[in-house]
């Protein structure tokens, strides 16, 4: 079946070619502003959501696929954090994470198997990982941030991109921006 990545996100390419998926990309480009009137969990999914119907209208001759679509967002401090823009805002949110242990990856997902313009399964939900950072030294902080990586990542951070980021619980493709687990049973279930 055909499989949609509905992103351009770096991070989550690697992560479904690291599964071993075969997938096309169309980046939806859609409004990615969160609705205010909506709970922090309805908002990641309901941009999730919004990723994946504009990719399905784009692709409605498409016949049988699977789209996949995401949004991510980090919560520490309680407070959001999407992806640090420079290099101060990045040894910043990273530093004061030292140490820490209540640090959240949100991932809503948006997984929509359809066959032309018909909706034949769906999935839309916010599945939440949580991370934990050593108390790294400030010279191992600068060499992190030196890579430029970190510009990658919501939060700043990622399990696969520092030994000194750990997923304590939940799913690691949750900290990837895309929890996959989902998608693979919607695959399984139709092969």
Known sequence: ??????SQSQVRKQFLLDAGLEFDVIVSDVDETPDESKNFRDQLAEIAMRKAKAVLERTKDQGRRLILAGDQNIIFEN???????????GRSLVGRMRGASDIYAYTGNAFVLADGDQILQC???????????DSISDAELDAYLA???YKTYCGGICVTDGDFVHLAEGRESTVHGITIEYALEMLKNES
């Open 1 to 6: 079946m055909k499989i949609i990545l509905a």
């Open 79 to 89: 407070q959001s954090w999407g992806k640090p823009k420079t290099i101060e805002e």
């Open 123 to 133: 999935v839309n939900l916010t599945d939440a990982a949580k991370l934990r950072v």
């Open 147 to 149: 890579k430029g990586s």
